[in-house]
């Protein structure tokens, strides 16, 4: 699958009125989201825990975490962000994803909305 990008905005949930935007890199290979740790630091967000991720090279690490509101394609949402590396390219995961109904289309390298989210 090529790129495919969309525009987020993170807000911790105490202090909705800071917030975080940005492109953000869409992967199905992730289930979490991720963003640089200071901008998370600055808006306010504070880590609720650590997780262990398995990298795209195999090797396993631990990051924090922490839990914001997610905004992309005029719908909200909310779960886990990872507290990433200064620098590091943020990454909308397949968790927020689903929890709206919209899906990656590998072939046109778009998102697309299910006509609904499965209950089943």
């Known amino acids: 699958m090529g790129l495919t990008k969309v525009t987020t905005k993170l807000t911790s949930p105490p202090r909705l009125g800071k917030s975080y935007e940005a492109i953000f890199l869409v992967t199905t290979g992730a289930m979490d989201s991720i963003a640089p740790a200071d901008e998370l630091t600055k808006i306010g967000v504070r880590p ?5 991720y398995e990298l795209g090279d195999g090797t ?14 005029g719908e909200i949402t909310a779960g886990r962000v990872i507290f990433g590396e200064r620098g590091s390219e943020p990454i909308l995961g397949v968790t927020a994803l689903e929890s709206v109904g919209i899906m990656v289309d590998p072939v046109h390298k778009t998102l697309k909305r299910l006509p ?3 209950l089943k």
């Open 48 to 52: 609720e825990g650590k997780m262990s």
């Open 60 to 73: 396993v690490k631990e990051y924090p975490y922490g839990l914001v509101r997610i905004e992309f394609m």
């Open 116 to 118: 609904a989210i499965p």
